[in-house]
Structure formats: structure tokens, C-alpha cells
């Protein structure tokens, strides 16, 4: 599933937030986030091979999460020109993939990593089952943030000085964190079955949209992924005023608009 494709200036947009972060702060070092589970080996090989940078893979823990597959982390160089040519290469291998965002921290890269992989599963209340979560998935980031509490939102961002994301319509937006350069170990963040629906809730309508696309290849080829994605929102809000309240049925809704 893609989201918009990454205008011309969005590269230079960031380095200069990312520059402006570094500015009489040398002990600060930008980091990309960068996710592959929902592609093939292709994108992740091209992100690894554009630099060399130091990097670690967050799902190194589980069985078969190859790099090129998985949540990595990347150290990019602090050198202004030297980061400018890095967000722009990584930019410009995956624009239009909900797989990118930035962070700065005073953090090591082994101590973010440390930290951020305890973010790549949650356990569920009551019935303590644990799930791999996509932290690295543009189109969940921010409903991931919303769902947790202020403690739980305080422990994530913890150890970033600013999370720089890119959204559906391949706009930067960010959110500040701590600044806190070390952290204690994380558990698997917990969330209560309200917390877990409202996260659903939010990735229901990329499902939705995905199905909508298999059953009607031809649907929207004018349309950019973030106004599809609005229009299956709208489908969906429409769906559940009507007494729609099974994910079945508003499928079903959703379908039957798709074929009108």
C-alpha cells in the first residue's frame, strides 16, 4: 500500500529541520527509521546499499527478520552536506512507501535501538498476548501515539529530541520527545482493549482500501493514495451511521459503493 509520492522539496525540507536540531548540539545524532515488512526484499536491499551507515535491525530477535526485510535503525553522518545527500537518497528510494521517518537524539544507536525494540511488539489486555507492531509504518505512527496514555507516550518518546514522520499526503510532521540520552529497559507496552480498537480502527481503512483495490483494479487510477484513502474513510464513517458494525458489513458497504 502506498501513501503519496514525495515532492521534489520534502528532502530539503527535513535536512533543514534536521539541521536546525543539530545546530551548538554535537552530542545529538539523526537517526532514520526505516520499515520493509510489508515489501519484498527490493526497497530494503537499495536502502542498505545506498550507504553504508551503521545500522541495527530492530526485529533481529525474531526468528527469519532478515535486513533487508525488517525495522531498521540507521546512524546517518552529522556532516551538513553529508546529510543532506543521505535524507535525499533515502527519500528518493522510498518515496511513496509508508516506510520512513527521522528522529534525533542524544542517544547511541545501540541505546535507541535498545529502546525502540521494545516498541516492535505489544501485549494485549486481558489475555497478555503479545503482536508485532509496525513502529516504522508511517500509516500507523500517529494513531500508535494517539491510543497510548501519557505515561506510555512519555516512556516511547522518551529518548528523541524530535520523531519526524511523513504522512499519507507526503507532508513532514513531527513530534517532540524527552531528550532523554538514556533510558531505562522497556517492557512490552500493554494496551487495554480500547487502546487496541482505536489502533484497528485506524489501520481498518488501509484493509479496507486494499480489498476494495483487489475486487476493482481499475478504481481511482486518477486518484493519489491519501485522497483514495479519504474516500474509504468516508465509506467507512458512512457504514457504521447506517448500522453497519461488523468489519464484514462495512466491507461489504464498501464494496457495493466501489461498484456503483
Known sequence: MHIDAFPTHLAEAITGKLQHELTDQPQRQVYALV?????SDQVGQQVLNVKRWPYINLLDHLAGAKDPQSLLLLALPD??????????????????????????SRASLSELASHLRAYTEVKLLPDDEAYVLRLGDNRIQAAY????????????????????????D???????????????PQSLPLLEAPQWEALFAAGWADDVLFQVKEAKPDIWRDHMPSQQYATVTRWLREAH????????????YCLDLAST
Open 170 to 184: 507526503a507532508q513532514w510532521e513531527e513530534t517532540r520527545g524527552g531528550d532523554v540520552p538514556k533510558t531505562e
Open 35 to 39: 520499515d520493509h515488512l510489508f515489501r
Open 79 to 104: 556532516n551538513p552536506d553529508a546529510l543532506s545527500a543521505a535524507v535525499a537518497a533515502l527519500c528518493k528510494v522510498c518515496s511513496g512507501l509508508p516506510m520512513l521517518s527521522f528522529m534525533v
Open 241 to 252: 451511521q447506517a448500522g453497519h458494525l461488523t468489519p464484514e458489513d462495512q466491507l461489504n
Open 145 to 168: 501515539l494517539a491510543c497510548l496514555d501519557a505515561t506510555q507516550r512519555a516512556a516511547l518518546l522518551a529518548p528523541m529530541v524530535t520523531w519526524i514522520r511523513i504522512r499519507r
